[in-house]
């Protein structure tokens, strides 16, 4: 049986130690990648550069996705993912500190599953990130893969 997946694409050190330390706590306890910009989360989703030759059919049961990266943009990692058939059904959660309303609606037409703010809190993030798990990890019904 594939064990469940976590992408963690994430820039900013502190918020994967944050999300790691969440994780834990909400004793999720799924193989978790993390990758720190747009274009290693492409790599890896698609098996090119440090990634090549990894099974491109084994996608992540869960993505979380920050807006601002480097190299590539969360935006267009989403456009990305949701252009290409293998990937289009993929889950895909924002999880960002970004409050703008224009970033939570090209999420949304970009065809985002969830859009998350991050709580500054410690407990309201573990918490977030605990319900986050339960729903996407256990009750969830995975989309069927594209053949």
Known sequence: ?????????EDNPSDIDLTKRALEKGRIINNLVVVSDGQEALDYLFGKGS?????????????LLDLKLPKVSGLDVLRRIRSEAITRRMPVVILTSSREEQDMAASYDLG?????R????????????????????????EPPKVK
């Open 112 to 116: 985002v599953n969830s859009y998350i």
């Open 118 to 141: 991050k709580p500054v809190d410690f407990e309201r993030f573990v918490q977030s990130v605990a319900q986050l798990g339960l729903y996407w990890l256990v009750l969830n019904e």
């Open 1 to 9: 049986m594939n064990t469940k997946t976590i992408l963690l694409i």
């Open 51 to 63: 990634f090549g030759g990894r099974d491109v059919t084994d996608f992540p049961t869960l993505t």
